[in-house]
């Protein structure tokens, strides 16, 4: 895999924009549907608010939005740390661990979100990639394997970008253990937590009781706004302080605004609004699954989360083929090797859009 660079979802999205035809996108996980109701009210509210409330907030979050979610999780309000989305937590608990740890790698799954192993290497560190299981799990005695003195984290995402899979309890357990005996961190990346198909598959990082958990999440995906940069990560207490730190000396402090509205819509949300969203992309996963079948491609049906991995007998992955499949076919997607190696010859689908029905029509046709 390449080295820090810009990611190549840019390049995807510019080449679709760019097509001489009309195209199904179907490369990025921005949601297309609407905010929670509050979000919209408490911005408008926000806007009509005394000038002090435009000012900075505590760097660490506002404090009762850091109280919500302590409580949420059952934790202390002292380990929560609201940051610029999950993006920013999770470099927040790889630069800590990197800097604090033993060690200078960090373990990753391979297929992995691309962001994991930049950032490693951003940080000076050394990615240590497993390849995942056929289902996108991961195998906790491969995770040992790979694990080492020298490994500072193991990083995980379930629901996971890119595969779907979703990992249980007793898996992050086990991959807690690992990273107790290397004095490394379990850091969970649970951005996806509200789109589980499978009821009762998903388990958080903070039920097992280890010092060395940080779960990371957001806002971004489970409210539709990515923009708003609303995240948290939730550190073992002996790291809060160095983490809030960091995160003061990167930003001073977050978007007040933004946090703001967040606080009011999680106390104004129904349960409904969460459901109604997930059962969507349910609705959308199993069409374009449907579709799938018709053109002959392997898949793995997510169990969670925004994206459908594919692969087309003949036709592997790369970025020329991707490239293909929006002139000629009029679906965009992300080439399987932007996440690795063990599903290069793979695409990637991000079904948010209302027209995945009809991307996978194109493609049935296409590949028909
Ligand atoms: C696995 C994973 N983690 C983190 C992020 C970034 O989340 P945020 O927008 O909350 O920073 C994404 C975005 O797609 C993601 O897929």
């Not at 408490?42 to 000012?55: D, I, P």
């Not at 490239?323 to 090797?337: F, H, K, R, S, T």
Request: net charge negative; aromatic share 10%; charged share 25%.
């Amino acid at each position: 895999m390449d080295d820090y660079e810009r990611p190549p979802f840019f390049h995807m999205m510019e080449y679709a924009a760019d097509a001489d035809r009309d195209v199904v996108d179907m490369v990025s996980g921005n949601p297309d549907w609407e905010p929670p109701e509050a979000i919209r009210s408490g911005l408008q509210r926000y806007a009509e608010g005394s000038v002090e409330t435009f000012q900075y907030p505590p760097s660490e979050g506002l404090y009762d939005l850091r109280a919500t979610l302590a409580e949420r999780h059952d934790v202390g309000t002292e380990r929560v740390v609201i940051t610029n989305g999950t993006a920013e937590a999770n470099y927040l608990a790889m630069a800590t661990a990197l800097e604090t740890g033993s060690g200078g790698e960090i373990v990753m799954a391979d297929p992995v979100y691309p962001y994991y192993h930049k950032r490693t290497r951003m940080l000076g560190g050394t990615p240590q990639f497993v390849p995942v299981e056929p289902d996108g799990t991961l195998a906790p005695a491969a995770v040992r394997r790979a694990a080492g003195e020298d490994t500072a984290a193991i990083v995980v995402n379930s629901p996971n970008n890119p595969t779907g899979a979703v990992y249980g309890e007793a898996l992050k357990r086990e991959l807690a253990a690992v990273a107790d005996e290397h004095d490394a961190l379990l850091i969970s990346d649970e951005v996806y937590e509200r789109f589980v198909y499978d009821e009762g598959a998903f388990g958080s990082a903070l039920a097992v009781d280890s010092e060395s958990v940080v779960v990371t999440n957001a806002f971004s995906k489970s409210m539709a706004i990515t923009g708003f940069r609303v995240g948290y990560g939730i550190f073992p207490e002996r790291l809060a302080d160095a983490v809030r730190t960091r995160h003061m000396l990167v930003n001073v402090a977050g978007s007040r605004p933004a946090q703001r509205a967040v606080l009011d819509a999680i106390e104004a949300t129904p349960e409904s609004y969460y459901e109604h969203n997930r059962d969507r992309l349910g609705d959308r996963i199993a069409t374009f699954c449907d579709a799938l079948d018709d053109a002959g491609a392997a898949y793995t049906r997510p169990q969670g989360g925004f994206y459908v991995m594919a692969r087309f007998e003949g036709y592997p992955g790369t970025l020329e083929n991707a490239e293909q499949l929006i002139d000629e076919a009029g679906v965009a997607g992300m080439p399987g090797d932007a996440f690795g190696d063990s599903r290069a010859s793979w695409f990637r689908f991000a079904v948010v859009t209302p027209r995945a029905a009809e991307a996978a029509e194109r493609l049935a046709t296409y590949f028909s």
